[in-house]
């Protein structure tokens, strides 16, 4: 069992940057693979990126790549979203998710992921 804990949201003006921190409770957060997902108002969830387990496979959607970085550090059971250059179209409640093993052809889909936090609110104003 996973519990996960998003903060580091807020309102911030574009070009800004912001870093989002994930918490995750549980002694096996290590072996889990973590990724960001972000809803905005009437859209459907979708993908930020992913970390694999021991970090050492990253993927990003290509809305973000470039700008935002993902990371994680397994003695202090958090994984982070460092976003920079921010722009309004990335509004959107941020959600972390964890999954036991990184599966390219289904990481992208958020019923392929276990365990969800309850988000953290990220406002780019122009």
């Known amino acids: 069992q996973v519990q996960l804990v998003e903060s580091g949201g807020g309102l911030v003006q574009a070009g800004a940057s912001l870093r989002l921190s994930c918490a995750a409770s549980?002694?096996?957060?290590?072996?889990?693979?973590m990724a960001w997902f972000r809803q905005a108002p009437g859209k459907e969830r979708e993908f930020v990126a992913a970390i694999s387990w021991t970090g050492g496979s990253l993927y990003y959607a290509d809305s973000v790549k470039g700008r935002f970085t993902i990371s994680r550090d397994n003695a202090k059971n958090t994984v982070y979203l460092q976003m920079n250059s921010l722009k309004p179209e990335d509004t959107a409640v941020y959600y972390c998710?964890?999954?036991?093993?990184?599966?390219?052809?289904?990481?992208?889909?958020?019923?392929?992921?276990?365990?969800w936090g309850q988000g953290t609110q990220v406002t780019v104003s122009i």
């Open positions: 998710a964890a999954r036991p093993r990184l599966q390219y052809d289904t990481m992208f889909y958020p019923q392929s992921y276990d365990y």
């Open positions: 549980g002694r096996t957060f290590s072996s889990y693979a």
